[in-house]
């Protein structure tokens, strides 16, 4: 059983507003990624890393910034939200040393903006 | 660009076989992926193909061809909780997963 927690799970806030929506996993799992999923359309990867203070950029440009200062915790952050930031947001993790390992979600943050 | 194509909805009737296919066109090949998504929750894996052929567990299989940039899930017996999305997707050259928009399956009695 997949051991990763997002929180919260649903948001509601007004423009310009800063949030974090934290990810955390118990599995050690150095690869951590964080996704963007509207209804009915594919996952589009924001940020990833491979490992700690290690951080990439996916290939959905976006106004977030992400951290990895241990193992465990992969937080996303908002500096000023938009409406055009509502969506549901999956963190995942992967313990795979040859990338072919599949990825552990949790259950996602649903932001809506105002 | 990179292009994962694949039904967006299907209807099957409980008991019955249903075959989801997936079509790619991505940057290079590292296998490919299945997993099914409930609604209102999170993905969770099916299955990884990676050489041609049919790979089966359980009630699911899933088939793979590299020269035809195809795959397919095959459900069999499918129960009313097989009601979910399927997203297939596929591991680039830069080992990027690169995701189809999913295919909602509706199980009817």
């Known amino acids: 059983e997949a051991d990763i927690y997002q929180t919260p799970r649903y948001l509601v806030i007004g423009t310009g507003k800063k949030i974090t929506l934290e990810c955390s996993q118990t599995?050690?799992?150095?690869?951590m990624y964080w996704y963007q999923q509207d209804p009915g359309m594919e996952l589009h990867l924001i940020h990833y890393?491979?490992?700690?203070?290690?951080?990439e950029k996916g290939d959905l440009s976006s106004e977030s910034t992400v951290s990895r200062i241990r193992t465990e915790h992969f937080p996303l952050t908002l500096e000023s939200a938009r409406p055009s930031h509502t969506s549901q947001y999956l963190c995942?993790?992967?313990?795979?040393?040859?990338?072919?390992?599949?990825?552990?979600f949790g259950e996602g943050s649903r932001l809506t903006v105002l | 660009g990179q292009n994962i194509d694949q039904p967006t909805e299907m209807t099957a009737t409980e008991g019955a076989i249903v075959q989801i296919n997936c079509t790619y066109q991505?940057?290079?090949?590292?296998?490919l992926f299945w997993y099914q998504q409930h609604a209102g929750e999170a993905p969770t894996f099916l299955s990884y193909?990676?050489l041609d052929g049919l790979e089966e567990k359980g009630r699911f299989s899933s088939f793979l061809s590299r020269s035809k940039g195809y795959s397919y899930l095959l459900l069999k017996e499918l129960q009313m909780k097989d009601s979910a999305s399927y997203l297939c997707?596929?591991?680039?050259?830069?080992?990027?997963?690169?995701w189809g928009a999913g295919t909602k399956l509706i199980i009817k009695p």
């Open positions: 193909n990676v």
């Open positions: 991505t940057s290079g090949f590292n296998g």
């Open positions: 995942a993790s992967s313990e795979s040393s040859d990338h072919t390992g599949e990825l552990f």
């Open positions: 890393s491979y490992g700690v203070n290690s951080t």
């Open positions: 997707a596929v591991m680039d050259s830069n080992y990027q997963l690169i």
């Open positions: 599995m050690g799992h150095d690869k």
